[in-house]
């Protein structure tokens, strides 16, 4: 059975950082992505990063470009999370899905952790 455990959010000031990790296990596909996603009150969940695990490629919705990194080591994905601001306030996941292809589209992703929440605030 294929599980993601999300850990690392936590509340935090403006221009703080924060790193995410996802704990895999479960899958035994050859060729797997990785994807984050994060979803505020009364808005749609929004993919925000996503990695493929086995080549390293990496992509980034233009809102964190720049100010967020995502990495992969063995079975555990991260989100390093920099220049926090209210904005990024909300609860984040992970989710995972076969293939190669770097896609943001939640609706595509096949198994999801059960997320954690950010808050940023003064």
């Known amino acids: 059975q294929v599980q993601l455990v999300e850990s690392g959010g936590g509340s935090v000031q403006p221009g703080d950082s924060l790193r995410l990790s996802c704990a895999i296990s479960?899958?035994?596909?050859?060729?797997?992505?990785v994807g984050w996603f994060r979803q505020a009150p009364g808005k749609e969940r929004e993919g925000i990063s996503c990695?493929?695990?086995?080549?390293?490629r990496t992509l980034y919705a233009d809102s964190i470009k720049g100010r967020f990194t995502v990495s992969r080591e063995n079975a555990k994905v991260y989100l390093q999370m920099d220049s926090l601001a209210s904005e990024d306030t909300a609860v984040y996941y992970c989710?995972?899905?076969?293939?190669?292809?770097?896609?943001?589209?939640?609706?595509?992703?096949?198994?999801w952790g059960r997320g954690t929440q950010v808050a940023v605030s003064s």
């Open positions: 990695i493929s695990a086995n080549d390293g």
């Open positions: 989710a995972i899905r076969p293939g190669r292809t770097l896609v943001l589209n939640h609706r595509v992703y096949e198994y």
């Open positions: 479960g899958f035994t596909w050859a060729h797997w992505t």
